[in-house]
């Protein structure tokens, strides 16, 4: 099992930048792949950003350009930088980890990134 523990949500005006942190812990080992999702009000939970623990990355079209995702294998956390920030980004949005031979899905509690000015 893994528990994921995210950071870095708030409040930004349309244009800014936020930084999110996933924080992993337990077996990471066999962790395949981390992301983030998100979700707005009244909408399904849609994937923002992946990476593969060969570095690979893959990003939803709406973000292509503004949003990164990295990684610090050291301290187990995952990163997405988010620039050019726009109001339809307002979600929460959640780690998650793409688990073991079963591809199991772990999730983290979440956190609210807000754009509005």
């Known amino acids: 099992q893994v528990q994921l523990v995210e950071s870095g949500g708030g409040l930004v005006q349309p244009g800014g930048s936020l930084r999110l942190s996933c924080a992993a812990s337990?077996?990471?080992?066999?962790?395949?792949?981390m992301g983030w999702y998100r979700q707005a009000p009244g909408k399904q939970r849609e994937l923002v950003a992946r990476?593969?623990?060969?570095?690979?990355?893959n990003y939803a079209d709406s973000v292509k350009g503004r949003f990164t995702i990295s990684r610090d294998n050291a301290k187990n956390t995952v990163y997405l930088v988010m620039n050019s920030l726009k109001p339809e980004d307002t979600a929460v949005y959640y780690c998650?980890?793409?688990?073991?031979?079963?591809?199991?899905?772990?999730w983290g509690q979440g956190t609210q990134v807000t754009v509005s000015s």
């Open positions: 337990g077996n990471i080992f066999s962790i395949n792949a």
């Open positions: 998650n980890a793409d688990y073991g031979l079963d591809r199991r899905d772990y």
């Open positions: 990476i593969t623990m060969g570095g690979t990355t």
